[in-house]
């Protein structure tokens, strides 16, 4: 939890993605409802990830599907070092449903 100088703060410094800035300045909540992920390499994972966006008093839910990719640094912890979006299709459907 941030204050909103906190929350603007991380938006100047880049450490919030564009997505979630768009998010916050037109009003949309994103909740995680679940994630799934299924090893298909070393350290590569396929995800499914279930959200919910709600705006105002729409809510609509989808499911987001992509890989993300871990790495091991120097200390032996995994990193994410990649997260690639395989379907758009339903993220895309989700925001003109909730902004119409």
Do not use: P, W
Not at 24 to 36: A, D
């Amino acid at each position: 939890f941030v204050t909103k100088k906190g929350l603007d703060r991380l938006f100047a410094l880049g450490l919030v993605t564009y997505m979630d800035k768009l998010a916050y300045e037109n009003n949309i909540y994103i909740r995680t409802e679940n994630i799934e992920l299924n090893e298909t390499e070393d350290h590569e994972y396929m995800y499914a990830v279930r959200l919910k966006f709600m705006k105002d008093t729409v809510e609509t839910e989808g499911e987001c599907t992509g890989i993300v990719g871990m790495a091991q640094d120097e200390s032996g912890s995994y990193k994410v070092n990649f997260i690639k979006k395989t379907d758009s299709k339903a993220i895309n459907e989700m925001l003109e449903k909730i902004n119409n």
